[in-house]
């Protein structure tokens, strides 16, 4: 009887990993399996290993071939497979227990020929699990144009239908690059159907430079002509899968205009992206940032397909995810940065010092080489030169410093001849892995306008050949307090290496001292006088063990002496949080949730699916009355200013009956909310004209008679944290299924917004594609900022409420709530004490949170009213933004309406990879900002300080020309206009 699954294992020259692989085939849960292992000619002991599992186990088969590629013994694998579905895994790596159990599940519950699982990659002790394969693990069902699709190439965390294979006469290409690709793309789009399977189904096991053969090798016009030709059997892959999907829907008949257009819309949004990935993972990543190993041909080979690519991307893709994501690369000034600029003007440098011991300088040197980051120089001391390859020292990049036998003067020489705006110091035996760098610089990139980290620091990981683990006490200076990680601590002086630190070169040439043959000293003093970041996601490889971290650096009996204890004691914190965090309840409990959720349930199904409806329909017989205007806010029970200056306008005119219904939807009890949805529609249903702050339920679950002209005035600027249909299946914004169940646009015939660059968000989030009815008319709101009489009133309005503010500078935090809507809390993580004890001469701290918080964070009392103050309660947004000197946010819009002024911003956003993955924003976020990003108060106070040299005007002006075009002070002239024009 033929087996459910033919599991693929091409074996080469992997004697040292080969037996963990196959025991972890062996020990799976499912057992239902054959292993097809082919021997692609290794001449190590691999075939012994092979034979020995072949012995002891009857599902384990071997073939052995002449070595001829991966692809080839894959295939020879295929024409001897039996199994209903095919899994190809490396010879490497390793597989959790329940892989095959997960996968083949998923594939018999939803009758899928493709199944996609999660995968850790593991690199030194980093592990983590690629973005794209959470997305796509999640779904049921995925579509084959999903962009996640463009991100996981490989075949080794995937089922496949056999019949598939066979039916279609799919064989991998012969080829030595991105063969995997070719594969999973034909059959991605020759199968029915595409699920996730939501389990780690393999881990993948990322070996750094030093235990594999050296890159030098492998980048030749050979290799990337392979991986060309990859493309081109992707890219007819995707062709041929759209003229298939084309003429299914004549087939069926469903080729309808919109179905069409929205097919081809489709396909023409993958391609793009697929030529994005083409571009910059590919080519750009895998080649061209080993630059400093390739021959000018292999150079010019991928410079002039990244031209060929450019033109088959949308531009604003091109922009965002080429050249936004390789900002080292500076490809706005040109696509492809020559060797000889790099080496002209790097953006890093490495210091190299008489201090790294002779045996691994070689090694360190090559490991530079051999990271993601191209743009560097090396500066060596000379003494060092002859344990370097000649490879590396014809390189235009390396240099060598003249040898002082004082280390300390010899880094202060070599910091002045530096041409690198970033610069390590390497004293210590450390080795780079493949991204540790780039990440590093992104990290120090992350701050705008100039306004850098002055250094960020990694940990470091003991490297012993194969095998890695942190190093204990180095470990003890970056433990997490919870939220975020502890800066002033007495054991930062278990982190006194400067190998692992990246230092922004302008601050160090402004120490005045900074070098003095004691190391202890010279981070001590760094530590305690710059804004810096330590994190912790990222690790360095070093010979170094504890024994050399508390010999050499650690001073302090106390830090010897309790750091196990503050590790051990941050575990157990840590271990607490996660068992508090699991909620435990009783099936009584549960019931009763289950009956009031049930209840709610109902009673939102029959008010908007039948009374509701019914109700405006009955009233809706009468006619309209051409004078009467209804304004309505949603949750509140007062008026907005999204909709006051429309609502005054109208009064003005005196030639309108206006209403106002206050709705209180999910803020009063059920029963005050069915009256006043009930008195809503009974009158709105003869209105000529509404105006309503935001969608609402109450409104949109009716058929609107059509001459009522409904405008949404908004409530905020911009596009930047995403909501509606934006948020769709995201941990803030429920599904898809339950927004169309209880639609909240529909009726909308004029949505306002603050510039034509945003109309396509608006759109998205409102499912109002190409409809016409989201206007860049402005937003109504914004008119008083342009009021010069109004913007005077506002700031004594201000300084009247808070007169500490008089004579001082106003410092405005403003930031967007924390959780849903109905639990919203303020974030409390600024250092009120400590920005008062740095800039309370100068300035006062006001803080405003969002309405939607019922208790804002306190005031500490003897700050309360003397350099801080909270006015969440009690003052107008718009007196605020008028009478602010800087404003500091996170995700809040009132950023684009504080841009009107173009004064100083500063974005708070210590959770902005947590908030991502709950809300998701419209644009890049670090490329959006108009200020510096920054994540601690430290940084906060270090900015204002420097303000008068690291504001930049010009990018808020920028800011504002992109994204507040149409609010000129006449919107609300202009959105009545277009009212009384429908």
Not at 942 to 969: A, P
């Amino acid at each position: 009887m033929a087996p459910k699954i033919s599991v693929v294992v091409p074996v080469y020259n992997v004697e040292t990993y080969l037996e963990d692989m196959l025991k972890s085939v062996k020990d799976q849960t499912f057992t239902d399996f054959e292993v097809i292992i082919v021997n692609d000619g290794s001449p190590d002991n691999s075939q012994e290993i092979i034979d020995r599992f072949c012995a002891e186990d009857p599902r384990f088969r071997s073939l052995i071939k002449e070595n001829g590629g991966v692809a080839s013994a894959r295939n020879l694998a295929l024409d001897n497979a039996r199994g209903d579905y095919v899994a190809f895994f490396d010879s490497d790596d390793k597989l959790p227990e329940t892989s095959l159990e997960a996968m083949y599940r998923v594939a018999r519950e939803e009758m899928a020929d493709l199944v996609i699982g999660l995968a850790e990659i593991e690199s030194l002790d980093e592990v983590h699990i690629p973005q794209p394969l959470i997305e796509l693990a999640a779904q049921k069902e995925i579509d084959k144009f999903d962009f996640n699709m463009n991100r996981t190439f490989s075949v080794w965390n995937k089922l496949f239908k056999r019949q598939v294979i066979e039916d279609n006469h799919l064989r991998f290409v012969p080829i030595q690059h991105t063969e995997d690709g070719v594969f999973t793309y034909q059959f991605a789009h020759k199968c029915n159907k595409i699920s996730g399977c939501n389990s780690i189904v393999y881990r993948y096991v990322r070996r750094v430079f030093w235990e594999s053969k050296s890159l030098t090798q492998l980048l030749n016009v050979s290799l990337i002509n392979d991986m060309l030709t990859a493309f081109d059997y992707m890219e007819k892959a995707v062709e041929e899968s759209y003229e298939i999907s084309l003429k299914d829907l004549q087939d069926r008949g469903l080729d309808t205009p919109a179905a069409l257009e929205e097919l081809e819309c489709k396909y023409k949004e993958f391609r793009s992206d697929m030529y994005v990935r083409f571009t910059s993972v590919n080519l750009i990543d895998d080649f061209f940032r080993f630059t400093w190993k390739l021959d000018q041909e292999v150079i010019d080979i991928i410079t002039k397909r990244i031209l060929e690519y450019k033109e088959r991307i949308f531009p604003a893709m091109w922009e965002e995810k080429v050249v936004g994501k390789n900002p080292d690369l500076e490809m706005h000034k040109t696509i492809m940065i020559s060797t000889e600029e790099m080496a002209e003007s790097p953006v890093l440098s490495f210091v190299i010092s008489d201090s790294v011991p002779d045996d691994i300088v070689g090694n360190v040197v090559s490991s530079m080489y051999n990271q993601i980051f191209p743009s560097f120089e090396v500066l060596l001391d000379e003494k060092k030169a002859g344990m370097i390859s000649d490879f590396w020292k014809e390189k235009p990049n390396f240099h060598t410093v003249k040898h002082l036998d004082n280390v300390s003067k010899y880094k202060e020489k070599a910091l002045k001849s530096v041409k690198g705006r970033f610069v390590m110091f390497i004293d210590e035996p450390v080795l780079f892995s493949r991204h540790i760098i780039r990440r590093m610089f992104n990290s120090m990139s992350k701050r705008s306008s100039g306004g850098y980290y002055d250094f960020i620091t990694v940990p470091l990981v003991h490297m012993n050949g194969e095998t890695s683990y942190p190093i204990e006490s180095n470990s003890a200076a970056y433990v997490n307090e919870l939220v975020r990680i502890k800066e002033r601590s007495v054991y930062n002086q278990l982190d006194y290496t400067w190998s692992n630190k990246m230092f922004y070169v302008p601050y160090l040439r402004g120490k005045k001292v900074l070098f003095t043959g004691n190391t202890w000293n010279d981070i001590n003093r760094l530590y305690n006088n710059s804004g810096y970041s330590k994190r912790t996601y990222l690790s360095m490889a070093t010979s170094l063990d504890d024994g050399d971290i508390l010999s050499k650096y650690a001073k302090s009996l106390r830090v010897r002496m309790l750091y196990k204890r503050l590790l051990n004691k941050d575990k157990k914190i840590t271990e607490f949080i996660d068992s508090q965090s699991v909620r435990i309840e009783t099936r009584g409990q549960r019931f009763k949730n289950w009956r009031l959720q049930k209840i709610r349930d109902g009673y939102k199904f029959i008010t908007r699916k039948i009374v509701y409806p019914l109700y405006y329909k009955i009233n809706a017989r009468k006619p309209v009355d051409p004078h009467k205007v209804i304004f309505i806010e949603p949750r509140l029970d007062k008026m907005t200013n999204s909709i006051m200056q429309i609502y005054e306008a109208f009064e003005r005119t005196g030639e309108y009956e206006i209403h106002e219904h206050y709705l209180r939807d999910r803020y009063a009890r059920y029963r005050d909310q069915f009256k006043r949805g009930m008195a809503f529609l009974k009158d709105f249903a003869t209105a000529r004209y509404g105006v309503i702050a935001e969608a609402n339920e109450t409104l949109g679950c009716i058929s609107k008679r059509k001459e009522t002209v409904v405008v949404n005035t908004w409530h905020g600027c911009g596009a930047f944290k995403k909501f509606g249909y934006s948020t769709a299946d995201k941990l803030f914004g429920g599904d898809t299924k339950q927004k169309d169940r209880y639609p909240l646009y529909h009726n909308l015939d004029i949505v306002t917004v603050s510039s034509p660059e945003i109309i396509w968000a608006y759109e998205e989030a409102m499912h109002l594609e190409n409809k016409g009815i989201v206007k860049p008319i402005g937003i109504s709101r914004t008119d008083v900022f342009f009021d010069e009489k109004f913007v005077s009133d506002a700031k004594d309005r201000v300084i009247e409420m808070f007169p500490a503010a008089k004579d001082k500078k106003i410092i405005l935090y403003a930031p967007t709530f924390r959780g849903r809507i109905a639990s919203a809390a303020g974030p409390d993580m600024l250092d009120i004490e400590k920005m008062a004890k740095a800039l309370g001469d100068e300035y006062v701290l006001i803080t405003k949170h969002h309405p939607l918080v019922k208790r804002p964070p306190e005031i500490p009392d003897d700050l309360n009213g003397i350099f801080a103050i909270d006015v969440t309660r009690n003052s107008s947004i718009d007196d605020l933004i008028c009478a602010a000197d800087i404003c500091i946010s996170d995700y809040s819009s009132l950023v684009y309406e504080f841009s009107l002024f173009e004064r100083p911003m500063i974005f708070f956003a210590y959770d902005l990879e947590d908030y991502f993955d709950w809300r998701g924003f419209y644009y890049n976020y670090d490329e959006l900002a108009p200020g510096p990003i920054v994540t601690g108060t430290e940084e906060i106070i270090h900015y204002i300080r420097n303000i008068d040299t690291m504001f930049d005007k010009q990018k808020v002006h920028d800011f504002k020309e992109k994204f507040m075009s149409s609010c000129d002070g006449h919107s609300t002239e202009r959105i009545i206009e277009t009212m009384k024009g429908m």
